[in-house]
């Protein structure tokens, strides 16, 4: 099959679209190929309307997921043209994650499906995490499903985004989590100095360890919870936000240094028992070369950042690969990751 798989992140820095193609080998490995990908950064307006979605009313809400779907649907469209590809056979789009809150029954993806698939005329997915909130899940996260199977030759999959995650096999189950805050943490500081990221993670080099604001950030509840759980932008805002802005007169760098040893020990807590193997690590935040310095001197695993297509798209590829196990009536969400009552296939097809 050929899919076009979509992902808009928690960081807010573009839509990711990624061609992709998937066979089956054998029961446990499917082949997949990327044969194009771009990301097309959000028009001011959607951005501005994305960053502070808690604060619409009900029609502006509903307005802003027709709007963001037909977005989607119109570079998806512009994508296809610019790149010369043949018509896919289904769309699977993420969405922008609007509300997470699975332990009140909801989480909310917006990018309306049904504009998507009436522009592209194109088959689409969206809507992936509604089933298993229902079934008592986190809905999150969705990714290890293709870690799995697309990425079995590595121990680890961990993935540094707006908040890090990890996935890795344990006894005959797939585990994962959220981690920590990351690249959503590290650009609320600098963005104090007008920034929009630390670069190569060139401010925290200059920086030490602020022992109180270290002790502070590894105490959180949320680190002493067990099994499936997840991170939202409520949390961050509520819980670790007030924490750092507890030390913003201190030197700017001397923060930065103290979050991203945290974020290095965090992972550190989760892989330090396990006997040597390789962490695939992808995401934005494999970019910044101090914040994977300081995860490589944390652990004693191997560290591979893999091609810059695959830091950039895993996640677009991997949603394309839940739309193609949706279209096969396979699983493609595991209870073992999220907590939920039972396996289940999510995502809501809209076809013309």
Known sequence: MKIIGVMSGSSLDGLDISFCTFQPDNKEKILYTIEAAHTYPFHSSIQTQLENIQ????????????????????KITEFIKEKKLPLPDLIASHGH??????????SKQI?????IAAITNIPAVTDFRSMDVALGGQGAPLVPVGDKYLFAGYE?????????????????????????????????????EGLNMDKNGEMA???????????????????SKTG?????????????IPVVDQYKEKYLPDVLRTLYDHIALQ??????????????????????????ERIKESTHHDIVLP??????????????????????????????????????????LYEI
């Open 307 to 348: 091609s810059k297509l695959i830091i950039e798209f895993k996640e677009a590829l991997i949603f394309a690969f839940l739309g193609y196990l949706k279209m096969q009536h396979q699983v493609n969400c595991l209870a073992s990751v999220t907590g939920a009552q039972k396996n289940s296939i999510g995502g809501v």
């Open 205 to 223: 080099r200059k920086g030490k360890i602020i022992p109180p604001l270290y002790k502070e950030l590894n105490h959180l509840e949320f680190y």
């Open 156 to 192: 680890f999959c961990l993935n540094l985004g707006g908040y890090g995650n990890i996935s890795y096999d344990s006894g005959n189950k797939r585990i994962a989590f959220d981690i920590c805050p990351v690249n959503k943490a590290i650009n609320y500081i600098v963005s104090q």
């Open 111 to 115: 990018g309306n499906g049904a504009q």
């Open 55 to 74: 604060a619409h009313s009900a029609e502006e809400f509903t307005k802003l997921d027709t709007d963001l779907g037909i977005f989607i649907g119109q």
């Open 97 to 106: 994650t609007a509300f997470h809150n699975p332990v009140s029954g909801y």
């Open 228 to 240: 499936p759980k997840s991170l939202d932008d409520h949390w961050l805002k509520n819980r670790f």
């Open 267 to 292: 992972i550190h807590l989760i892989t330090g028992d396990f006997q040597k193997g390789k962490v695939l690590v992808t995401g934005g935040g494999a970019f910044n070369t101090f914040l994977t």
